[in-house]
Structures are given as structure tokens and as C-alpha cells.
């Protein structure tokens, strides 16, 4: 089995991964010590060549641009926001080998999708569904399945970010689908709502570490 097959030792055991080229770097806000680092973006494919209005030359250097943006954010909302923002960075890194900045449309889709059922589960669940520091072995992205609402959280946080980074031209576009590429079936007679970019945050409807 290669390094990005599943595991096949202990439910517990840290997940494997193929190995990244340098020029890479760790989540800003908290990084798995047994995950892939992030590719640092400076040739992303969506980057943009035109002036710059934030100071960034790499990913990193976005990201935190972006997140000081929120530093008024009450603790749970920038709580939230890293949790949805540490997802695809490590997903992108452990399925693509891509940078934040290399992610377009397809890649999104995908990812929100995924974010729905993450496989292979033990690689992305915890094997008792409960929560562990960044630095337990048994650290994953996920303690179990996330709700609608919380998925739709995610991609509004999601959205939040590629916007502020193509306002800022650091990216050409906003790379996110819109919500008819990802809209899923509903049972006749059924209605959902929207979540809005201000995030009225509710943490602990679903169990996510």
C-alpha cells in the first residue's frame, strides 16, 4: 500500500501520507503534528499578477492577513473560524498536494462534498468519535459527521476568506461555486436556510474537534 493508501494498523494509529516538496509550511493557528505541512502558494494558480492590496507574498502571509481581519470576533467565532479554515488546508496538502491558492472551483466542490461523508475514516474521524489535541496521534479533523447547517457554516467561512483574498488581489477570483453547484437533494415538502457571512455560530451542535 502506497503512503496515501489508508491505514491498515491500529484504528488509533497516525494516518500516512506521500511526503511534500519544500517550500512549505505549517497551519498558522495549530498544526497536527503527524499531518503534511502546507505548500506555501507563492506560484498558486489562482494567484493573481496585478498590485497587490494586502501585504502577502505567500498562503501564510494571506491567511494571517485575513485572519487579523476577524481579530474582533468573539473567541468561539475565530475558534470556528480556524476549524473550518484548518480543514482544507490539510485536505488540499494530504489529497491534492495543492496549495490554498491552487484551489479552484473543482477542487471546492469537492472538498465541500467531502465534507459531508470524509473518507477514508480513519484517516479523517476519530476511530471513538471523541476530541484530542493537536498533538495526540489520535488527533483528526473530525470526531463524526457534520450536520447541514454545519456544512453550509463551513462554505460560508470558506467564502468568506476567497473573497477577502480576491478583494485584496491576492487571488484573480473568488474560486468558490456557487450554491447551485453544491445545493443538495431535498425531500419534497422540506425547506433549508441559508447561513449568513456574519455566522451566527453555534459550536457545539455538532461534535467537531
Known amino acids: ?13 497516525p494516518p500516512r501520507f506521500a511526503p511534500l516538496a519544500a517550500g512549505i509550511y ?21 494567484r493573481t499578477q496585478k498590485a497587490q492590496r494586502i501585504v502577502a507574498e505567500t498562503d501564510r502571509d494571506a491567511l494571517l492577513v485575513w485572519f487579523a481581519d476577524k481579530g474582533r470576533q468573539p473567541s468561539t467565532s475565530r475558534d470556528v473560524y480556524q476549524r473550518h479554515v484548518r480543514r482544507p488546508l490539510l485536505w488540499a496538502a494530504a489529497e491534492k498536494q495543492m496549495a490554498p491558492s491552487d484551489l479552484g472551483p473543482e477542487e471546492l466542490i469537492e472538498f465541500l462534498t467531502f465534507l459531508r461523508q470524509p473518507m477514508p475514516a480513519d484517516r479523517w474521524i476519530t476511530c471513538d468519535h471523541r476530541t484530542y489535541a493537536l498533538g495526540d496521534h489520535r488527533w483528526r ?10 456544512c453550509r457554516q463551513a462554505q460560508s467561512v470558506l467564502n468568506d476568506l476567497f473573497s477577502f483574498l480576491a478583494d485584496g488581489r491576492y487571488l484573480t477570483v473568488n ?9 443538495p437533494r ?6 433549508t436556510t441559508g447561513v449568513t457571512a456574519g455566522l451566527a455560530v453555534r459550536v457545539c451542535a455538532d461534535r467537531v474537534t
Open 141 to 150: 479533523p473530525f470526531a463524526g459527521s457534520l450536520s447541514e447547517t454545519t
Open 175 to 183: 474560486p468558490m461555486p456557487d450554491n447551485s453547484s453544491l445545493r
Open 26 to 46: 505549517p497551519v498558522p493557528w495549530g498544526h497536527p503534528g503527524h499531518w503534511p505541512l502546507i505548500p506555501d502558494g507563492r506560484c498558486g494558480r489562482m
Open 1 to 13: 500500500m502506497d503512503a496515501n493508501g489508508p491505514n491498515n494498523g491500529a484504528p488509533d494509529s
Open 186 to 191: 431535498r425531500r419534497p415538502g422540506r425547506s
